[in-house]
């Protein structure tokens, strides 16, 4: 037991050694724009809120939260300020990464869909 | 294998502080094959920390008394699963169940980003090997579970009685779970605001874990109530000690930072507010941990041996924590921390959200200052002085109102704004029900004429009803959106709003418990008195007879755990029977005791078992104090006889079987003639709608937290997408 406690310690240690230094050994392409590719994730996560909100606040429409009145007045600024965020995202990526893609304008009226 | 245990936590503790600088050298100069090794380091670490956390539990299972944690901390006569349990009784142990639940969750969360965040992760990174360099550090040089020794002391301590309760497997892997997890947006923030981009991004990666922390952490804090109502013997379930409060402490930062989260998810809105609060829920955590593990303050939880050094190194981490949080908070509060928009209308569901936060940050300051009061008095007067519970009753009790009050206005409001109007019909019929509840508090005036368990109870109808209407709203809005069925509408409003469905139900459940609270904290009956056999006691309209007493031995492989004293109360109520109830009190043997060795068997610790019948509208709860005084000079007789046999060289085999004849005529001889017992009886009204309350947000919790099945999110963002394009189309057209 007294031989067979270090070897193992030994192997750990190895291991371990191994495992951490293996991206020290191999190449790694080093990132040159991190702060842009921030950008578009922060965009992306603005992107996914205002669907979010505009999604909610359909649902606070229909469960009498808001009036009528109220609900497409908040859903016009919403649906501006979502453009926005696609515009900014559409500049910073490539055009195959873009998420704005269906032309056709869905068949099925917004209340058709709950989600 | 305790130097394979002790190799791995000096490999941890050089792999941290290797993850911190690679981590941190690779962030500052963008090799990312630095930032890769040091996030290798973090998995490293939790490999290690499992290995480490294995050999301990073997040695715990296997009752290896050479490792001195497991001779102090168990017994050959603790059951299994209590042994396995008995490790983080300890200090070793519980450190190691942090840095293993660290490392854990750590090495989850960075796997889970999937490359995303990848300027803030490196950071984050660092901060939390930090925090595993540190709990690693105080193993080896204050606290280490694999301190071993020679020769093995042939029996254990054993697991301190109190400990021995189903709860307390789980309650502290809950509690960690929760410090630990709280740690995680603790790091991010850190890392996000040393690059400045405190945006949504950050907040959406992270807000998960600090969800799982807030769950993880209450039910910890449920299961602690549980153990104290059933275990401890005094028939409450909180009692304002330093280390429940610990545990509140990060959970009601983490509860405001759950609702404020959102105002910034959706309005770019209180980025700085967001940021202090998750790095005080942070600082809370290790805060809490501190409390109970350096002893610092007195407590019934505080399991502490050695408590100095430790004492210190936390003060100093909680310290460093705070320094940088401050200073990184004011030196980004510029730019990057600029909201983006505005509070539209003070009628809108943004200001009941900030109201919430101000009110439970209000609640935190209360429960800080009079936790920490002991301390806060020592430095000023010499004194340590304590604020019991009527201190933190006078000001949680009010604030605690207004929190229940405003989850009930809170659903009903929509995002923005909202007007008068609107708002006056979404609360009418909750209004209503909460007025009904107030007229039958008026009209029967329960209790003894205090008036804040009856605003409870209309608040919290109130906030249960709204939470409800909103449940059956949108289900009916659902249903006439798509035709399905009202099940089918009800499970997909809860699987496609997780978050928002998921936080009506907690608040239902909160309610609920806090009506539980009011009620069975208010309106309870106590009586403390002393019976004996055929004697009867009236509490709360119940009759309480003792019938008969109860006295054993329990043995666990054929060793004596505990003798048992206890009886068997009848009661009643208006002549009918209602039930049995089976009090008792474990004696367990001191071990290693150089007394007689018949007393040896009631040095040790003795622990209250309850008798319990709870019901959903009452609880009836017993405890006994029996009173040995009167078995004393027998035991003393047995004493001396049992020395004077070991001068006359008794062999071991003999004297087991005339100590076990001597206990056997004892607990006999107490069945035979018992004396009056000492009882608390208790009757409380609805405790059942605490735990009912718990399980409620449990429940909730769990659908808040369940991660979003990624296709759907997928597929509704394109759906979103092309209207949003079907917009733009239109206006560029115009």
């Keep these: 037991m007294s031989v067979i406690a270090p070897i193992i310690a030994i192997v750990v240690l190895g291991l371990v050694v191994w495992f951490v230094g293996q991206p020290l050994r191999s190449r790694v392409a080093e990132e040159d724009d991190l702060r842009e590719e921030g950008r578009i994730a922060d965009l992306q996560a603005a992107r996914d809120a205002k669907y979010r909100q505009i999604r909610d606040l359909e649902m606070d429409y229909r469960t009498s939260k808001l009036s009528e009145e109220e609900w497409r007045s908040l859903d016009r600024e919403l649906r501006a300020e979502a453009v926005e965020v696609l515009h900014e995202l559409d500049q910073l990526l490539p055009p195959d990464q873009r998420d704005v893609a269906a032309p056709d304008p869905p068949a099925a009226p917004l209340a058709a869909d709950p989600r | 294998m305790a130097t394979v245990g002790h190799a791995c936590l000096i490999f941890g503790l050089g792999c941290s502080l290797y993850g911190v600088v690679a981590s941190l050298v690779g962030a500052r100069t963008g090799r990312e094959a630095l930032v890769r090794s040091g996030r290798r380091s973090l998995y490293a670490l939790f490999g290690l920390a499992v290995i480490a956390f294995v050999i301990t539990e073997f040695a715990f299972l296997t009752s290896d008394f050479h490792y001195t944690v497991v001779a102090t901390h168990s017994s050959t006569t603790t059951p299994w699963y209590y042994r396995l349990a008995a490790m983080w009784s300890s200090q070793q142990g519980s450190l190691m169940l942090w840095l293993t639940l660290l490392a854990g969750w750590s090495s989850l969360c960075i796997v889970m980003l999937r490359g995303r965040l990848r300027d803030v992760a490196p950071y984050a ?120 409060n610990a545990a509140l402490l990060p959970w009601l930062t983490g509860t405001a930072f759950l609702h404020s989260v959102k105002i910034q998810e959706r309005r770019g809105m209180m980025k700085i507010w967001n940021a202090s609060l998750v790095l005080a829920t942070g600082v809370l955590a290790i805060l809490g941990t501190f409390l109970v593990r350096s002893g610092v303050l007195d407590s019934i939880h505080a399991f502490v041996e050695e408590g100095n050094l430790i004492a ?224 009867q006691a009236t509490v709360g309209g119940y009759t309480f007879n003792y019938v008969k007493p109860i006295a054993q031995i329990e043995t666990v492989g054929g060793r004596l755990e505990r003798i048992t004293l206890g009886s068997q109360v009848r009661v009643s109520k208006d002549g009918s029977f209602v039930g049995n109830l089976y009090p008792n009190r474990g004696y367990y043997p001191a071990m290693g005791s150089t007394l007689g060795a018949v007393s040896t068997y009631f040095a040790g610790e003795s622990v209250s078992e309850i008798g319990l019948k709870a019901g959903l509208t009452k609880d009836l709860w017993t405890a006994e104090t029996p009173d040995i005084s009167s078995l004393m000079p027998v035991v003393r007789r047995g004493d001396a006889v049992f020395a004077k046999a070991a001068g006359q060289g008794l062999n071991p085999e003999a004297r087991s079987l005339f100590l076990a004849a001597a206990l056997n005529g004892l607990t006999t001889r107490y069945r035979n003639d018992p004396p009056p017992a000492q009882f608390r009886i208790i009757v409380s009204p609805i405790v059942f709608w605490i735990w009912l309350g718990a399980i409620i947000v449990f429940i909730g919790g769990v659908i808040a937290a369940w991660p979003s099945v990624g296709a759907v999110r997928d597929r509704v963002r394109a759906r979103q997408a092309a209207r949003v394009a079907q917009d733009l189309g239109r206006a560029q057209r115009a």
């Design chain 2, 125 to 244: 990174v660092a901060v939390l090997l930090g925090f595993g360099a540190f709990f690693t550090a105080l193993m080896l040089f204050s606290a280490s579970p694999f301190e071993t020794v020679p020769v093995a002391p042939p029996e254990g301590v054993g697991l301190n009685p109190l400990l021995r309760h189903p709860s307390m497997m789980i309650h502290p892997i809950m509690l960690y779970s929760g410090y630990t997890l709280f740690t995680i947006p603790f790091a991010f923030a850190i890392g996000a605001l040393i690059v400045r981009r405190v945006d949504a991004e950050w907040l959406r990666a992270t807000r998960v874990y600090a969800l799982g922390a807030w769950l993880a952490l209450g039910t910890g804090i449920i299961l602690g109530a549980r153990w104290s109502y059933v275990e401890l013997g005094w028939g409450g379930y909180w009692a304002w000690d330093p280390v429940e």
């Design chain 2, 312 to 535: 210190w190194a936390f003060t100093a981490l909680v310290v460093t924590m705070i320094a940088g949080s401050v200073y990184l908070v004011i030196t980004r509060r510029g730019n990057a921390l600029k909201s983006e928009s505005r509070l539209d209308s003070l009628l809108s569901r943004e200001s009941a959200f900030l109201g919430n936060n101000l009110v439970l940050v209000a609640i935190t300051f209360v429960v800080l200052w009079g936790t920490f009061f002991p301390l806060i008095s020592e430095a000023l007067t010499g004194q340590k002085e304590a604020v019991g519970p009527p201190w933190f009753d006078q000001y949680t009790v009010p604030l605690v109102l207004i929190l229940v009050l405003l989850s009930g206005i809170g659903p009903v409001i929509a995002w923005r704004r909202t007007s008068w109007s609107q708002l006056w019909r979404s609360m009418r019929l909750p209004a209503i029900i909460a007025l009904l509840v107030a007229a039958g508090c008026v009209a029967f005036r329960p209790g003894n004429g205090d008036t804040a368990p009856l605003i409870m109870f209309v608040v919290g109808a109130f906030a249960i009803s709204t939470s409800v209407q909103e449940l059956w709203r949108g289900t009916r809005a659902r249903q006439a959106m798509t035709g399905e069925g009202p099940f089918a509408a009800f499970r997909l409003l809860l699987a496609r709003n997780r978050a928002r469905y998921g936080g009506f139900i907690v608040h239902i459940g909160v309610a609920a418990l806090f009506i539980g609270i009011a009620a069975s904290s208010s309106f309870q009956s106590v009586s403390d008195v002393r019976l004996g056999v055929g004697e």
